[in-house]
């Protein structure tokens, strides 16, 4: 692969890459601060493509980030009232607002299964005219990315060390605990999903506009794609402060991107892809574990060895 490949190749990485790390933090506050696997993530983030899309469509580009929020909104609401209210599982929860959210996007886009903003201004288009003249002229996509997930990553920095994220975060590790303390567990679960699945709204109200078009099936396969990531900064950044740990989400969605596109230049058949996609989750899933047992398989190793050398002495 030439140098320019190479480049163009981390170009798309890095753009998509931090518009997926939008829906890496929202699944980082969910599942590793409150503790709550929300497998509604691949509808909200359609939801979020399609409403920002049609606002997008019918000439309100800026509307459609805060359309696609309190869209997003909604449906973490829906999750953990099914979870809080009605005595839900959480996995059951998030795969029935999943499945009655493909029935809302195909209603959102007036029964199409496709909207085109070819030709219409988006979030994009606007910055692209504002960075014309500029030595960031033709980056407006990475600009803009680059701006939502460093005001996201600072917002859940500063919200997870107030005293609702700090019950958020109590909630997560020892509901009872929090019950004990007079924090009602119902109220934090619903703020948390509502919140993270705001940031997944607007993670698709992004991917949408960049691409020049939202089609029901935009979201498919994000939630796995959210969690491999998850897992991959988990990894590499540890177990340090918000800051940190939310850095590490951006950094894991960003190597998963890389690796994905590597893998497209490469010419795999489409059909494969899938494929990449939960070798890549498998890993990812299975590093810290490896991790943590290659010392007693190197000791194992070590000791096989030395009997082997005893035995040919």
């Known amino acids: 692969?030439?140098?320019?490949?190479?480049?163009?190749?981390?170009?798309?990485?890095?753009?998509?890459?931090?518009?997926?790390?939008?829906?890496?933090?929202?699944?980082?506050?969910?599942y590793s601060m409150l503790n709550v696997c929300d497998l509604s993530t691949d509808g909200c983030f359609t939801l979020g493509a399609v409403v920002g899309a049609v606002a997008a469509a019918a000439g309100h580009p800026l509307l459609s980030?805060?359309?696609?929020?309190?869209?997003?909104?909604?449906?973490?609401?829906?999750?953990?009232?099914?979870?809080?209210?009605?005595?839900?599982?959480?996995?059951?929860?998030?795969?029935?607002?999943?499945?009655?959210?493909?029935?809302?996007?195909?209603?959102?886009?007036?029964?199409?299964?496709?909207?085109?903003?070819?030709?219409?201004?988006?979030?994009?288009?606007?910055?692209?005219?504002?960075?014309?003249?500029?030595p960031l002229a033709g980056q407006q996509n990475t600009v803009v990315?680059?701006?939502?997930?460093?005001?996201?990553v600072g917002f859940l920095t500063l919200f997870l060390n107030t005293r609702l994220g700090l019950a958020i975060r109590a909630t997560g590790n020892n509901p009872d605990m929090v019950r004990s303390s007079s924090i009602?567990?119902?109220?934090?679960?619903?703020?948390?999903?509502?919140?993270?699945?705001?940031?997944?709204?607007?993670s698709g109200c992004l991917m949408a506009q960049s691409q020049k078009q939202a089609e029901i099936n935009i979201g498919s396969g994000?939630?796995?794609?959210?969690?491999?990531?998850l897992l991959i900064g988990a990894t590499l950044m540890g177990r340090g402060t918000i800051l940190v740990r939310a850095v590490g989400m951006v950094v894991g969605a960003f190597i998963f991107r890389l690796v994905y596109a590597i893998a497209l230049r490469l010419e795999m058949p489409g059909f494969m892809l899938k494929l990449v996609s939960s070798v890549i989750v498998a890993l990812a899933i299975a590093l810290p574990y490896l991790k943590q047992q290659w010392p007693i398989i190197y000791r194992r190793l070590s000791y096989k060895q030395a009997a082997a050398r005893r035995g040919e002495s």
Request: hydrophobic share 60%; charged share 5%; with cysteine.
């Open 145 to 152: 990315a680059a701006i939502a997930v460093l005001l996201t």
């Open 222 to 229: 994000m939630v796995t794609i959210a969690l491999a990531s």
């Open 184 to 202: 009602n567990p119902v109220f934090t679960t619903i703020v948390g999903l509502c919140v993270a699945n705001a940031f997944t709204g607007l």
């Open 1 to 30: 692969m030439d140098p320019s490949a190479l480049l163009a190749v981390g170009q798309t990485a890095l753009e998509l890459g931090l518009i997926c790390s939008l829906t890496v933090l929202a699944l980082f506050l969910s």
């Open 65 to 134: 980030i805060p359309a696609a929020m309190l869209a997003g909104v909604c449906s973490g609401f829906v999750t953990a009232l099914l979870q809080t209210k009605m005595g839900i599982d959480s996995l059951l929860a998030g795969i029935i607002v999943n499945t009655g959210l493909y029935s809302v996007n195909v209603a959102v886009m007036s029964g199409s299964a496709l909207v085109n903003l070819n030709k219409k201004d988006t979030v994009f288009t606007m910055v692209k005219d504002l960075l014309a003249e500029t």
